[in-house]
Every structure is written in structure tokens, then in C-alpha cells.
């Protein structure tokens, strides 16, 4: 996919702004990801990535709504993005899919997660896990689409743990008003005794937001990275409605930073995708 400021066949047609601000935010080796907005005639599409609407000649058709990954190949004197696809990656075709089932899934449940929250009076709060279970008990249409979601997780999780890079879970209880949750678990070696869990979403306003916690011991500590760290009150008002007297820890809190621009694409990609 080629994109520029100059709107001939292929290229982005946006004016020399839009691309400015792409490679002023980019590098070349960097993955993007991407929303497919709208399909135009001659395999071209509006889509959006990290907020810039680019208007692209994709290398296969689409549905709209999809979520691509992208490499960005270079960024001057035109600005090239190859799609992951199966010829850079070899088994990356098989990948792709399931993580598009599951985003699929995932975006229906967090369509009737909304609903039902807002029906029960619970959007905007956070959400222990007995709760997140009554919803669902008391919603089958919900129960079934997370059900499907969770199913989805579970062979993008083996393909982690195939490659020693952790197991998958989708806990949307623990975001409740984020989109995209993900948590990866992933142990040490036994003499370390650690645990790294990252928990991952999309927020309103704090953009993709990284909560990482490392156990060993009696010891457990966390620090956030958000794309937008300005917002970071957000995250900081979840943290002191939640209880930590009773547990048997020692709670550490590590700080907020600036999720790096390398890990925009998410956890997903950077762990099935790279290198």
C-alpha cells in the first residue's frame, strides 16, 4: 500500500498535512494497525491509522470495519505500507485470521457489554468479576457472545505458548468502559519465580493503555503506559476505587509513562507478528 501526499492512482489524497504529520509520528520498521473505514472503487479504501485518515490501495479486498496491520516499509520520498500478510510472514496468513475472528467477537460482545452496562447501571464503574458474571447470567445473547470471544482467544493463546511468549485471556470486567482488552500472562523461569500479567485496552481518551504487573514473592508491581498520559487521571481514579488491603502483597506502583510508538499496534501484534 502507497500513500502520499500528491493523490495520484494509489497514493494517499489527503493534501501534504495529513502526510507530514504521518512521517513526523512514524518510522520505517514500525507496525501500524489500522481500521478499514469505507471500500472505494479499484480496490482503494478510506482507512484510518492512529487517527489520520489515509486513503489507500489495499492488495486484497476487505470488509469494511476490518482491523489491519501494517509495516511501514518508508516514509520518504513517498510513504510505503506493506500489509502483514502471509508472503512476509509464512504462517502469519492463519494468524491474521484468527486474530481478525477475534477482534470480530470481541467488538460484538463489547457492543451488548455497553448496553447492558448502561441497563444496569454500571457503565462508567468498575466492575468486579461476581458482577461481570451476574450480567452475563441474567443475559444469555450476552453470555453467548463472550462466550464466542473467549473461544476465539483460546487459539491465538496456544500460538503463544507454542512459542513460549505466554497464554491469552479476554477479561473485559477488568475495562469494562475500554475497547480491545487483552491480558497476556508470561512466567519466568522457576528460579526467578516471576509472573509478568499486561493488561491491555482501548481507551476514550488515555488511547491504547498498558497496565504491567510483576510478581515474585510477596511482592506485586505495576506500572502504566498510555498512549495519552495527560489523561492518566482516568487510570488513577480505577486504581483507588480498587481494594488492595486485603491482599497478602506488598504493592509497588511503578509510575506512568508514554506508550512507546513501536507498541501502537497493540500487544497482539508485537507478540505474533514480530520480527
Same mark, same amino acid.
Given at each position: 500500500m502507497r500513500v502520499s501526499g500528491s493523490g495520484t492512482g494509489g497514493f494517499f489524497n489527503g493534501g501534504g498535512s495529513r502526510s507530514d504529520r504521518f512521517r513526523s509520528r512514524h518510522r520505517p520498521g514500525q507496525?501500524?494497525?489500522?481500521?478499514?473505514?469505507?471500500?472505494?472503487?479499484?480496490?482503494? =479504501?478510506?482507512?484510518?491509522?492512529?487517527?489520520?485518515?489515509? &486513503?489507500?490501495?489495499?492488495?486484497?479486498?476487505?470488509?469494511?470495519?476490518?482491523?489491519? &496491520?501494517?509495516?511501514?516499509q518508508q516514509i520518504v520520498p513517498q510513504i510505503v505500507l506493506k500489509e502483514l500478510t502471509?508472503?512476509?510472514?509464512?504462517?502469519?496468513?492463519?494468524?491474521?485470521?484468527?486474530?481478525?475472528?477475534?477482534?470480530? =467477537?470481541?467488538?460484538?460482545f463489547e457492543n451488548r457489554f455497553r448496553t447492558a452496562l448502561k441497563e444496569a447501571d454500571l457503565f462508567?464503574?468498575?466492575?468486579? &468479576?461476581?458482577?461481570? &458474571?451476574?450480567?452475563?447470567?441474567?443475559?444469555?445473547?450476552?453470555? =453467548?457472545?463472550?462466550q464466542d470471544a473467549a473461544n476465539c482467544a483460546a487459539p491465538l493463546s496456544k500460538a503463544l505458548q507454542d512459542a513460549?511468549?505466554?497464554?491469552?485471556?479476554?477479561?473485559?470486567?477488568?475495562?469494562?468502559?475500554?475497547?480491545?482488552?487483552?491480558?497476556?500472562?508470561?512466567?519466568a523461569d522457576r528460579e526467578s519465580q516471576l509472573t509478568e500479567i499486561v493488561i491491555e485496552f482501548d481507551h476514550a481518551r488515555?488511547?491504547?493503555?498498558?497496565?504491567?504487573?510483576?510478581r515474585k514473592a510477596d511482592t506485586l508491581s505495576f506500572r502504566a503506559q498510555l498512549q495519552h498520559p495527560e489523561y492518566a487521571h482516568h487510570l488513577a481514579a480505577d486504581f483507588e476505587t480498587r481494594r488492595y488491603s486485603d491482599t497478602v502483597f506488598q504493592i509497588r506502583h511503578l509510575g506512568v509513562g508514554k506508550l512507546p510508538r513501536t507498541s501502537h499496534s497493540g500487544i497482539l501484534a508485537e507478540l505474533l507478528f514480530k520480527g
Amino acid at each position: 500500500m502507497r500513500v502520499s501526499g500528491s493523490g495520484t492512482g494509489g497514493f494517499f489524497n489527503g493534501g501534504g498535512s495529513r502526510s507530514d504529520r504521518f512521517r513526523s509520528r512514524h518510522r520505517p520498521g514500525q507496525k501500524v494497525r489500522g481500521v478499514l473505514i469505507k471500500n472505494l472503487p479499484d480496490s482503494m =479504501a478510506w482507512v484510518d491509522i492512529d487517527g489520520e485518515r489515509l &486513503l489507500a490501495q489495499l492488495e486484497s479486498p476487505r470488509p469494511e470495519g476490518s482491523r489491519l &496491520l501494517f509495516l511501514v516499509q518508508q516514509i520518504v520520498p513517498q510513504i510505503v505500507l506493506k500489509e502483514l500478510t502471509g508472503d512476509a510472514h509464512g504462517n502469519a496468513a492463519n494468524t491474521l485470521t484468527r486474530v481478525s475472528d477475534f477482534d470480530s =467477537a470481541r467488538t460484538l460482545f463489547e457492543n451488548r457489554f455497553r448496553t447492558a452496562l448502561k441497563e444496569a447501571d454500571l457503565f462508567g464503574r468498575p466492575l468486579p &468479576l461476581p458482577d461481570f &458474571l451476574g450480567l452475563l447470567a441474567a443475559n444469555p445473547p450476552l453470555y =453467548a457472545a463472550y462466550q464466542d470471544a473467549a473461544n476465539c482467544a483460546a487459539p491465538l493463546s496456544k500460538a503463544l505458548q507454542d512459542a513460549n511468549k505466554g497464554t491469552l485471556r479476554y477479561q473485559p470486567w477488568l475495562a469494562p468502559t475500554g475497547q480491545r482488552q487483552a491480558t497476556v500472562i508470561r512466567q519466568a523461569d522457576r528460579e526467578s519465580q516471576l509472573t509478568e500479567i499486561v493488561i491491555e485496552f482501548d481507551h476514550a481518551r488515555m488511547g491504547l493503555t498498558r497496565v504491567q504487573f510483576l510478581r515474585k514473592a510477596d511482592t506485586l508491581s505495576f506500572r502504566a503506559q498510555l498512549q495519552h498520559p495527560e489523561y492518566a487521571h482516568h487510570l488513577a481514579a480505577d486504581f483507588e476505587t480498587r481494594r488492595y488491603s486485603d491482599t497478602v502483597f506488598q504493592i509497588r506502583h511503578l509510575g506512568v509513562g508514554k506508550l512507546p510508538r513501536t507498541s501502537h499496534s497493540g500487544i497482539l501484534a508485537e507478540l505474533l507478528f514480530k520480527g
